[in-house]
C-alpha cells in the first residue's frame, strides 16, 4: 500500500479547487464514492471527508443472501469498503416482498475495494494508493479540468403520484391507525423523469452547494449515480459503541434570524412532532437492543433541535455497545432499515408501505456509507437524494413523511415538497 501525506501549505491549488479536481478526476473511473460532511458541526461527527475509486468491478454478492454475502467480505484481513444496502434488503430481514416499479435498477447490496482513496484533512490530504504511485494520482488529479456545480436543468419532471391521491394515501394511513394496524408510518410518494441525459457529478455538486448537509455524498457504479444529499445518520459503529441518530420533525428555515428561532422553538415544542420522534426512538432503541449487551442502550440526547441549509430538524442520539459474540453484520441485522423511514410497529408498517407506494424504494431509505478495515463503519439514511440510471435515462428521487392519526394530509403534503425543495431547485422545476 503506498501512502503520502500531503500538507495544504504545499498544494499550488486551494483545497477546495483540489477537492473539485479530485471528483472530476475520481468520476473518471467505473466506481467512485465520495464522502463528506460539508464541515457541519455534528453529534458524534458526520461522515469523513473521503473520496474512493477503482477502475475494477464491485465486490461479488450473492443478492438472495446478501448479509452473509457482506459477513464474508468482512472476514479479516479486509481493507476500506465502499457501498450501501437498499431498503428492499428488508425481505432478507424479514417475510416480506416489494412488487412496486422500479426504473433504477440497483442491486440489493453492493461494495467496492477501492484501489486508491484520499483523506481530506483539515491541514492536509493522505492519499492511499494498491497499485500506483501516489505523486501520479496527485498529477493526475492536478492535470483534470475544474468542474462547475451545474446549471438549473429544466428537465421534464413527472410527479407519480398526485395531490388528490396523495391525500386519500394519507386518510387509508390514518384508517389503518384508528384499526390498530399501526401507529406511525412513513408513506413517500416519487418524482421521476425519462430518456434524460445529464453529468451526474455537476448536478450533484449543485445539489450540495444548494443543500450542504453532514452526511453528503455521491456515488457512481458504471452507469448508475447516487447523489446525497442526507442529514440523517443510520449506524456508526466505533469499536463496540453503536450509535444511531433518527430525525424525525421538520420545519421551514427563517427569513430572518429572529423568526428561525421562533420556528425552531414551535418544532421543538410541537406535541405531533415530539410524539412522532419518541415513537421511533423507542423502535431504534429496540432495534438495537438486538445486538448490543443488557443494560447498554440508551438515549444519548433526546429532541435535538439542528439547522441545515434548507430545514431544521429534530434529531435524537441512541447509543448502546455491541455484545462480544455479535459483530457488524448482527448490528446491520437488528436495525434495518432505520425506524424513521417505516414506522411502527416496523413490520407492519413495512406491509402497509408495499401496500400503499407506488414505487419500489430500492436505494431510497436504505443506507449509503464505508466500512473501515478495522470494521468500525458510518451509514447514513439514503434520503434528501437523487438517483439515475443513465443507460436507462431514468431520474429519480422521494420524499415522504411520518403519518399519525393526527395528521393534517395538507400539512403532510406540504412537508414533502418542503423537503424536495433543494432538488426541485437544482433541477429548475
Not at 9 to 37: E, Q, V
Not at 219 to 240: I, V
Not at 287 to 300: F, I, K, M, N, Q
Not at 399 to 426: F, H, N, W
Request: include cysteine; glycine fraction near 6%; proline fraction near 5%.
Amino acid at each position: 500500500m503506498y501512502k503520502k501525506e500531503i500538507q495544504l501549505r504545499d498544494l499550488p491549488i486551494s483545497m477546495d479547487a483540489f477537492r473539485l479536481k479530485a471528483l472530476a478526476w475520481a468520476d473518471g473511473h467505473a466506481l467512485a464514492a465520495y464522502y463528506t460532511c460539508n464541515g457541519i458541526a455534528y453529534p458524534h461527527q458526520g461522515f469523513e471527508d473521503m473520496l474512493a475509486v477503482s477502475k475494477a468491478d464491485v465486490l461479488p454478492v450473492q443478492q438472495e443472501n446478501a448479509f452473509e454475502s457482506l459477513r464474508g467480505l468482512l472476514q479479516p484481513p479486509h481493507g476500506l469498503l465502499c457501498g450501501y444496502l437498499s431498503y428492499d434488503l428488508k425481505n432478507q430481514t424479514e417475510q416480506l416482498s416489494s412488487q412496486n416499479e422500479d426504473g433504477l435498477g440497483f442491486p440489493l447490496l453492493t461494495f467496492f475495494a477501492p484501489e486508491a482513496y484520499l483523506y481530506f484533512n483539515s491541514n492536509s490530504i493522505t492519499v492511499y494508493s494498491l497499485s500506483k504511485n501516489t505523486d501520479t494520482i496527485l498529477a493526475d488529479i492536478l492535470a483534470t479540468p475544474k468542474p462547475s456545480p451545474a446549471a438549473p436543468q429544466r428537465i421534464n419532471l413527472q410527479q407519480r403520484v398526485s395531490k388528490k391521491r396523495y391525500i386519500a394515501q394519507v386518510e387509508q394511513v390514518r384508517q389503518h391507525i384508528l384499526e390498530g394496524d399501526v401507529y406511525e408510518l412513513n408513506y413517500c410518494m416519487e418524482f421521476f423523469a425519462k430518456e434524460v441525459k445529464l453529468e451526474p457529478l455537476p448536478l450533484y455538486l449543485a445539489l450540495n452547494q444548494a443543500s450542504p448537509t453532514p452526511f453528503s455524498g455521491y456515488l457512481k457504479l458504471h452507469d448508475k449515480y447516487l447523489l446525497c444529499a442526507s442529514p440523517e445518520r443510520f449506524l456508526k459503529k466505533e469499536g463496540h459503541k453503536l450509535i444511531s441518530q433518527p430525525i424525525k420533525g421538520t420545519i421551514r428555515r427563517g427569513s430572518t434570524p429572529e423568526e428561525d428561532l421562533q420556528l425552531q422553538h414551535q418544532l421543538r415544542h410541537d406535541e405531533k412532532e415530539l410524539a412522532e420522534n419518541m415513537m421511533i426512538v423507542d423502535l431504534v432503541r429496540n432495534d438495537l437492543s438486538r445486538s448490543c449487551a443488557t443494560g447498554t442502550v440508551r438515549v444519548e440526547e433526546m429532541f435535538g433541535i439542528y439547522g441545515f441549509r434548507q430545514v431544521s430538524q429534530m434529531i435524537s442520539t441512541v447509543v448502546g455497545e455491541l455484545r462480544p459474540e455479535k459483530d457488524l453484520v448482527d448490528a446491520l441485522l437488528g436495525a434495518f432499515p432505520m425506524g424513521s423511514m417505516t414506522g411502527a410497529p416496523k413490520i407492519s408498517a413495512m406491509q402497509l408501505i408495499e401496500e400503499l407506494e407506488d414505487t419500489r424504494r430500492g436505494l431510497y431509505s436504505g443506507a449509503f456509507g464505508y466500512i473501515k478495515p478495522n470494521g468500525d463503519c458510518d451509514f447514513n439514511v439514503v434520503i434528501r437524494s437523487m438517483q439515475y440510471n443513465a443507460s436507462q435515462g431514468y431520474l429519480s428521487f422521494m420524499v415522504g413523511s411520518a403519518i399519525t392519526y393526527d395528521s393534517d394530509p395538507e400539512r403532510e403534503y406540504e412537508e414533502c415538497l418542503l423537503k424536495a425543495k433543494a432538488m426541485l431547485q437544482v433541477l429548475g422545476v
